[in-house]
């Protein structure tokens, strides 16, 4: 059974505003599950300890409680066997990270009713078409970002692994149909989610990348913060991507693929860029992300029951489901709103809880799955629903 599909309730946004606009008040400290200074320092120590074990090349994180940033840190080099250092501004590719820019932009559009969420992908994107036309005309702009087509997961990203440009994978479509009716179940894509730059293009008349640095990029100080691989490459401080192999990890060189799907996956960002990002998705910049524009963000759209089964997850989630753009996972009595990437050498994590307004960004210039458990641990440690911290710090020694 799918749950909500947002069909323009506001009733239902006023109430996830109302819980948004509570949690930031004086309830906030009363709730705050354990010291989030002394969250992170231990969170300090098991990076380190983390990235070091793993021997990751590179990596950085920012903590941020309300709107301050409580920690800010970085580890090793840019380029393994160089001298270069990571900094805050080391730019990191933020791979599927970049759904929850493109996310935004497009429910900022929705609520200045530039579009409407029901609108017909068609309307914006006539060369897309499924195999049944029916189900072509079903597909409506909100199914895109809420990963909620009804295809089967990652469709057609082979094609994107092999440099090929969306507009050559789009006929594709075709030859198949939707497993599901569209709004009602869960599959993930980097293809179809892409196509919300192309509708943001022909409904702001500017190219995506633009809109985002004028919208978004340019008012909340994300100095180092771009799109595309020519923007990536044409930074002197830019981490490079590892892979691992038999000896380590080895620096390969930058990959295009998934930049050609550049809302899915094509947004560059240093963590002083990410703890600017946090802050604003936590409802510290008003005037760029309005409480109703991350309220309907973080209204579900479908449930992800299977995430529910990860290993890291497992016993402390009671939901999981995916609003626009963004996972939602209940813990508890509280919503930790969460996104990972991971593109050709590159890691990168996004979460902060719904009600203790605590947050965390990791980036990562190595293909390593401990940003996940890295990740976990620190939320779950926050939610006061585990000593993950303590534990975890220990067994990593």
């Not at 990235?51 to 941020?64: D, E, L, N, S, T």
């Not at 050559?168 to 196509?195: E, H, M, W």
């Not at 693929?257 to 998705?281: F, H, P, R, T």
Request: proline residues 3%; aromatic residues 10%; hydrophobic residues 40%.
């Amino acid at each position: 059974m799918t749950s909500l599909i947002y069909w323009r309730h506001r009733g239902a946004i006023a109430l996830c505003l109302a819980l948004l606009i509570g949690a930031t008040g004086g309830a906030r400290a009363e709730e705050a599950a354990v010291d989030v200074g002394d969250s992170a320092k231990e969170f300090g120590r098991y990076f380190r300890q983390v990235m070091k074990k793993a021997g990751i090349p590179g990596g950085a994180y920012a903590i941020v409680d309300g709107d301050r940033v409580v920690a800010m840190d970085t580890y090793g080099v840019r380029v393994k066997g160089k001298r270069e250092k990571v900094d805050k501004h080391t730019i990191f590719r933020l791979a599927s990270v970049s759904k929850t820019f493109a996310a935004s932009m497009a429910t900022m559009l929705e609520h200045e009713n530039k579009f409407n969420w029901e609108d017909r992908v068609v309307n914006y994107v006539p060369q897309l078409s499924f195999k049944t036309p029916s189900l072509t005309r079903q597909l409506q702009v909100q199914h895109l970002i809420s990963q909620s087509s009804g295809l089967t997961p990652n469709a057609y990203d082979n094609y994107l692994e092999d440099n090929e440009p969306v507009s050559k994978i789009l006929p594709k479509f075709a030859d198949i149909d939707p497993r599901c009716k569209p709004g009602t179940c869960y599959g993930y894509q980097n293809v179809l989610f892409s196509l919300i730059g192309n509708i943001i293009a022909k409904i702001t008349g500017i190219p995506y990348g633009l809109e985002l640095q004028k919208r978004i990029f340019t008012p909340l100080r994300m100095e180092d913060a771009s799109v595309g691989w020519d923007s990536f490459m044409g930074s002197s401080n830019r981490a490079a991507p590892h892979v691992q192999t038999g000896r380590g990890w080895r620096a390969v060189r930058v990959r295009k693929e998934y930049y050609l799907a550049a809302a899915a996956a094509g947004v560059n960002a240093s963590i002083s860029d990410m703890a600017q990002w946090l802050k604003a998705q936590m409802g510290y910049y008003p005037k760029v992300l309005s409480p109703e524009v991350i309220a309907d963000m973080t209204t579900e759209r479908v449930e992800t029951r299977r995430h529910m089964r990860h290993r890291i997850w497992r016993n402390y989630l009671t939901h999981a489901g995916y609003g626009l753009g963004w996972r939602l996972y209940s813990v508890g009595d509280d919503r930790i709103i969460y996104h990972g990437g991971w593109v050709a050498g590159f890691r990168a994590a996004i979460a902060y809880s719904e009600k203790r307004k605590v947050g965390i960004v990791i980036l990562m210039n190595a293909e390593s799955r401990v940003i996940s458990d890295l990740t976990a641990n620190f939320v779950i440690d926050i939610t006061g629903h585990g000593d993950r911290l303590s534990t975890a710090l220990a067994n990593s020694k």
